[in-house]
């Protein structure tokens, strides 16, 4: 089965996205397919390589970027979620002429439309949020 | 058929309001705070879903994590995150509570 | 899937979660029939007369007015919470379709997934 996975609570605000990577992983565990990990609403924080939590404390971009690269899957964050809260990649930093960006790939900024086709898309959709 | 998943305490109107949505062949999971449902002996809430013959679920690493794991209602089922998987291919699609 | 069920269940201006909501309710109309289910407090996203300068946030609850013109007819809720709300229909900006418990049960197995924000 194919899974969209939508998380949208920020990491270390709520555990909306520890629940999500745990779950992401059982997806996998089992045998079924991750079609798209979607973050909105706070979940895009999840997607700022800035973070920089204690070393005996999970890094859950950390964790979501092994996870993706491991597995080869796609986590896409949404742009005005992201951009109203400083959540840009370098093309979208020099767009609005900010010092840097803090998002890089396996991150990518899209639009709600890859949320819309997750749902249309994916066998089961699966929201996380705070 | 739909896997309604609830993450808040037993003090939050998310409980009360979810049960009024489930119908027979719903299951209900109770993950992170919402695993506290089923730790009080006065949820008639719960109890009710029970007696219903709907089964309800705590994912067991929120239990553990949070010193439930001897202090739940004996008819909740423990679950792991892959079970949690399993139940959502078993059922339809999924809502969120909380 | 065929039809899709967005659920509003936060009021406006304490959290995002509305205006981001009904910007993915938007983007959802351009692909797929859409219904939206406002449940608890949610329901004050529709109330009229919202005025927004003084706080400076935005007034997104006009922007439902525009949902007739991207296709989203069906609009729900619980004529329960308005009544817990001592709203009536008269109060809000678009008229959603009243339901009793037993009705808003089976709107969430009429849809084909749901999206809750």
């Keep these: 089965m194919k899974f969209l996975i939508v998380v949208q609570g920020g990491p270390y605000t709520s555990q909306a996205s520890l629940s999500a990577w745990h779950f992401a992983r059982a997806v996998l ?32 971009h950390e964790a979501w970027r092994l996870l993706a690269v491991e597995n080869d899957l796609e986590l896409v964050i949404c742009v005005a979620s992201a951009l109203r809260r400083g959540i840009l990649d370098q093309t979208e930093a020099s767009r609005y ?10 991150f990518i900024i899209s639009g709600l439309g890859q949320l819309i086709d997750g749902t249309i898309n994916a066998d089961r959709t699966m929201t996380f949020g705070s | 058929m739909i896997l309604h998943t609830l993450n808040k305490s037993p003090d939050h109107p998310a ?17 992170e705070d919402g695993v506290y449902c089923a730790a009080t002996n006065d949820s ?16 067991q690493a929120d239990v553990e994590a949070r010193g439930l794991l001897n202090r739940l209602n004996p008819a909740v089922q423990l679950i792991d ?9 078993e ?3 999924s809502k969120r509570w909380g | 899937m065929k039809k899709l069920l967005f659920v509003q269940s936060h009021p406006p201006h304490g959290s995002l979660f509305g205006q981001e909501g009904l910007d993915a309710i938007l ?26 300068t003084a706080l400076a946030s935005k007034n997104f609850s006009v922007s439902y007015q525009a949902l007739h013109d991207y296709g989203v007819e069906s609009l729900f809720c619980s004529a329960a919470d308005l009544l817990a709300r001592n ?5 809000l900006i678009v008229t959603p379709t009243l339901l009793d418990a037993t009705e808003l049960a089976a709107v969430l197995r009429d849809y084909d997934g749901i999206l809750d924000f």
């Design chain 3, 87 to 91: 709203l009536t229909v008269a109060d």
């Design chain 2, 81 to 89: 995150y892959e079970g949690f998987v399993t139940l959502s291919t």
């Design chain 3, 27 to 52: 983007a959802g109309s351009a692909f797929i029939e859409c219904g939206v289910l406002f449940l608890g407090d949610g329901i004050y996203q529709l109330l009229k007369d919202q005025q927004t």
């Design chain 1, 29 to 60: 565990t089992r045998g079924h397919e991750i079609y798209r990990v979607f973050f909105y609403h706070d979940g895009v924080y999840n997607a700022n390589g800035l973070l920089s939590p204690p070393q005996d404390e999970v890094n859950l």
């Design chain 2, 15 to 31: 409980l009360n309001r979810c049960a009024g949505f489930i119908s027979d062949g719903d299951c209900l999971i109770l993950i």
């Design chain 2, 91 to 93: 059922q339809t699609k």
């Design chain 2, 44 to 59: 008639s809430t719960l109890n009710n879903l029970l007696l219903r013959e709907i089964p309800v679920f705590c994912l």
């Design chain 1, 97 to 106: 002429e900010k010092p840097l960006g803090n998002v890089e790939a396996p």
